[in-house]
């Protein structure tokens, strides 16, 4: 240990360094008994003093060689950097504590014959950072011995050393050296002069090389294929040979730590260990590495440590390559049975091909292979592709349902090829509409006559009929599924005529569904699941077709489900896009060998209600709805994934047909879409700041602040409020509106309606807002028009629509948007106004296509209301952006509130 200045210390130089009343007053302190608890360290000296009133006061006294750099006391007078008397108290204390220990020990150690370094050093704690190194050593045995001989020898053979002190005081005293320390202390015993050092006829022979071994880690690949690391050493490059390289192992009982090695009676320095390789020489990591240990390796461990000079490896591990998830490159596909096939997947990773079978015989293990000198990851969920389509392994290949495979096969990298016997590419070609379907039998009981992409629509149906699967005709409005939907059912009623079928549809449309069997299947038995004695209709014979509404099934479910139905036909399907919904819930639970949905607009809102649709048809085929947010609702709406979005569309095509009207119909006279803008009235501009102002800057600062969530409910509800007011104050004034409270849309309206009344043309004006339509209804009374309206709670649907089509004198049809824009025909109009603007544009464009479709024989124009520098222009712009969606995976339009990002919802809230 190295001597610091409070090794010698005097109470003299105690009196030089403080006053002379400081000094006299430490004095009667440490004379008193005042000082307790000395610690010393070997640099830091402390102790407690005990001042006046049992106050008590800690000493801190650093030194560092010849200089006390540092004193400190927790009292007044010490905290402005002078010494105290508690100051001066402790380092007299100190030089007497000192003496005493100095005493004692050099008493022991004379009488003493054998020790060892731990003797000379008893002052250091087993938790000491400090150690002593050979010139310590040597310096103590000095102090305390002074003049004497040393007798060298090595202790049982080595390679510790033990020293023989011969002094006039002491005829012989034996000393051990540490093993680490000895060959430091042996190097210096070696410069002592010939007369103070005597060495054995064993040490004489001792070698002290000065050229290290230097620590290399070798890696390579062993006989059995496993990576295998070897710790060295190696002589470090000289002008002269001094030993071949050993390895770490066989050193292990000849190592001294990890800096010396003994061995063939010689001492010999080891280079330090460099970071990276030290956990394999001292086996904290394994040497040899297997399967997913190599690979682990490989990915993690190899790069940090090609960064080292240290590190050898060999040529043939540097060309191991590590590869992960194979790709399905090709996959045999054969007929098993009717609703079964033999799937038998090829891999392929990097220039490795790998078969099911080496697949399946390594999942159990370890999820690793070998191929050739690489290695190959097998991740664990490589066999979910197959689950997912219901795959069983069986005699080494899978055996898949055909709908399964559909999945699948849509889901496999597009880059794997596909071998199929013939039948199954038949079977495949069909599906993917590539060679058109068998025709679809003739049905004698339709009274119509099928246009050719109705009789085509037709024949798909049937094919899916004769493969036991369902689907989704998502024709565009106005194309007629309605016939196409009969068809099928009639086809059915002729191969199997005692098996009743089941259409439910919106109430506005059930006499629509009425009306279109009486006229073109008179014969067929059809009956109304409605009204007050609904339930007697099926106490006995189910006529052939029961028609019902949604709000009825969710009602009398039970009821309906006693029946064993072949077909059940969901018009307007996107009514169950909510899965949560009781009435959603209600439908899927009936019975029934096959179901068709009918929708325009298969998505509005969200792809789980296209999910929720194939859930009633094909349950279990698009996963559970956690499952399919994750693999594609989430990917696809929230990030953009482009791939996802072609893998979804693949999923659905084939149990999924629409056309629309601009590729089947070109006999279909023009609609032309007019967008008319208007602004506010000055009293709407005052009432519109206003309702910002007081409600709006709230949700605009919460809707700024990112930890906030987004209040849908209230930021909907004052969206609501502002298009209200721009419909008409009336519409937010709750009847307090004067009189000559006017809207700068309804000057804008009047002009248009006097103008196309002018020229003859009936009119269809929709609507979301009932309070508006009532506007509209007395302002044409005030004009003497007639006219007919349509809304949620109209019990005569069919009279009322019937009336305007054929009643000449009947001009004017008001709808809401809800109830007008499902499944009815208004072809008598030519001219179309949106009032207001849905926040959905399929919405819109399915109220438009009740007067837009097969039996519309004048040009259809089209008007669209918007009020400049309000909100509805920016809905405008954003759901013409926002209409995406359904256009890349229904090919329709899509466009919903809860998809504006904050800034856009701050834009509307904006004025």
């Not at 191969?495 to 067929?524: G, I, M, R």
Request: hydrophobic share 35%; with cysteine.
């Amino acid at each position: 240990m190295s001597n610091t200045i409070l090794d010698s210390i005097t109470p003299e130089y105690v009196r030089s360094i403080s006053n002379n009343d400081v000094y006299n007053r430490g004095f009667s302190y440490y004379r008193s008994g005042c000082v307790r608890h000395v610690k010393y360290d070997g640099v830091l000296l402390k102790a407690e003093v005990k001042g006046n009133e049992s106050a008590s006061y800690s000493v801190f006294i650093l030194a560092d060689g010849n200089e006390i750099f540092e004193m400190d006391c927790e009292c007044f007078y010490a905290s402005d950097g002078e010494i105290c008397k508690h100051i001066v108290a402790t380092l007299l204390k100190w030089i007497e504590q000192r003496k005493k220990t100095q005493d004692k020990r050099q008493l022991s150690l004379r009488q003493k014959t054998f020790f060892d370094q731990d003797d000379i050093f008893p002052q250091i704690g087993p938790f000491s950072s400090y150690q002593p190194g050979p010139a310590d050593i040597l310096s103590e045995i000095f102090s305390d011995f002074g003049h004497f001989n040393i007798k060298v020898d090595l202790l049982n053979g080595g390679p510790q050393l033990e020293l023989k002190l011969v002094s006039g005081q002491c005829s012989e005293t034996v000393l051990h050296i540490s093993a680490e320390k000895s060959p430091h202390v042996f190097e210096k015993l070696t410069r002592f002069p010939g007369n103070t050092v005597e060495l054995s006829e064993k040490a004489r022979k001792v070698k002290l090389y000065k050229n290290p071994l230097v620590p290399y880690l070798h890696a390579d690949i062993n006989t059995e294929g496993h990576i295998e690391l070897s710790p060295v050493l190696k002589p470090k490059s000289s002008g002269k040979k001094e030993g071949q390289a050993v390895r770490w192992e066989q050193l292990d009982g000849n190592r001294i730590g990890e800096q010396w090695v003994w061995q063939n009676n010689s001492y010999r320095p080891i280079e330090s260990i460099p970071y990276p390789l030290k956990p394999y020489f001292n086996k904290q990591k394994p040497l040899v590495y297997k399967e997913k240990a190599a690979i682990d390796f490989l990915k993690l461990d190899l790069e940090p440590l090609l960064n080292d000079a240290s590190f050898q490896p060999s040529e043939q591990l540097q060309c191991v390559k590590v590869h992960v998830k194979p790709d399905v490159s090709h996959v045999q596909v054969e007929s098993c049975d009717n609703d079964w096939l033999w799937l038998d997947p090829t891999y392929t990773v990097g220039r490795h091909t790998i078969t099911l079978s080496d697949i399946l015989s390594c999942i159990d293990k370890s999820h690793c292979m070998r191929k050739g000198s690489d290695y190959i990851e097998i991740p664990k969920d490589i066999m979910e592709l197959w689950q997912r389509g219901n795959g069983v392994i069986e005699n080494g290949r899978i055996k898949m349902p055909k709908l399964g495979y559909l999945r699948t096969r849509a889901e496999c990298d597009k880059k794997a090829k596909v071998t199929a016997c013939h039948e199954t590419q038949k079977f495949l070609a069909n599906f993917d509409r590539i060679t058109p379907p068998q025709p679809a039998p003739a049905v004698s009981s339709y009274k119509g006559e099928l246009r050719v992409y109705q009789q085509s629509g037709y024949d798909w149906l049937w094919f899916l009929h004769t493969n036991n699967f369902n689907g989704i005709l998502a024709d565009e409005m106005g194309l007629g599924k309605t016939h196409q939907a009969m068809m099928i059912i009639l086809s059915a009623l002729q191969n199997e005529p005692n098996v009743p079928n089941l259409v439910v549809c919106p109430t506005s449309v059930l006499d629509h569904w009425k009306s279109k069997f009486q006229t073109y299947a008179p014969e067929l038995q059809v009956a109304l699941f409605y009204g007050k004695e609904r339930n007697t209709l099926l106490s006995c014979n189910t006529p052939s077709v029961v028609l019902t509404t949604y709000s009825i099934l969710s009602r009398d479910a039970e009821v309906l489900n006693k029946v064993s139905w072949n077909y059940i036909v969901l018009d307007e399907a996107q009514k169950i896009k909510n899965h949560k919904t009781q009435m959603c819930k209600a439908t899927k639970f009936l019975n029934s060998r096959r179901r068709l949905a009918l929708t325009g607009t298969p998505i509005e809102n969200r792809l789980t209600e296209l999910w929720s649709i194939f859930d009633f048809l094909m349950p279990g085929y698009l996963g559970s709805v956690d499952d399919f947010r994750k693999r594609y609702e989430n990917p696809i709406t929230k990030y953009q994934d482009n791939e996802k979005r072609e893998i979804l569309k693949k999923i659905i095509h084939p149990f999924k047909l629409r056309r629309l009207k601009k590729d089947v119909l070109t006999e279909l006279p023009p609609k032309t879409e007019e967008k008319r803008y208007c602004t506010l009235a000055p009293a709407q501009v005052v009432m519109y700041k206003d309702i910002i102002s007081e409600r709006g800057s709230k949700l605009i600062a919460k809707l700024k602040d990112e930890s906030q969530p987004v209040e849908y409910i209230h930021i909907f509800a004052l969206l609501t409020k502002l298009k209200r007011l721009c419909d008409h104050p009336k519409l937010v004034l709750n009847g307090n509106s004067p009189k000559e409270a006017t809207s700068g849309k309804f000057e804008l309206f009047k002009e248009i309606m006097e103008e196309t009344l002018e020229s003859g043309e009936k009119v269809v004006v929709f609507s979301q807002y009932l309070e508006m339509l009532d506007i509209i209804g007395d302002w044409l009374n005030g004009i003497d028009v007639r006219y007919e309206t349509l809304r949620g709670s109209t019990t005569n649907r069919g009279k009322v629509v019937e009336r305007f089509q054929n009643d000449p004198d009947c001009n004017v049809f008001l709808g809401s948007l809800m109830a007008g824009g499902l499944g009815i025909d208004l072809t008598s109009a030519s001219v179309v106004i949106h009032y207001d603007r849905w926040w959905n544009a399929a919405r819109e464009d399915q109220a438009t296509d009740r007067v837009h479709r097969i039996g519309q024989t004048r040009g259809v124009q089209v008007f669209k209301l918007i009020t400049r520098g309000t909100l509805e222009e920016k809905i405008d712009a954003m759901i013409t952006t926002k209409a995406t969606l359904m256009n890349s995976v229904v090919e329709s339009d899509d466009a919903v509130f809860k998809t504006f990002s904050r800034k856009e919802l701050i834009e509307l809230l904006t004025f």
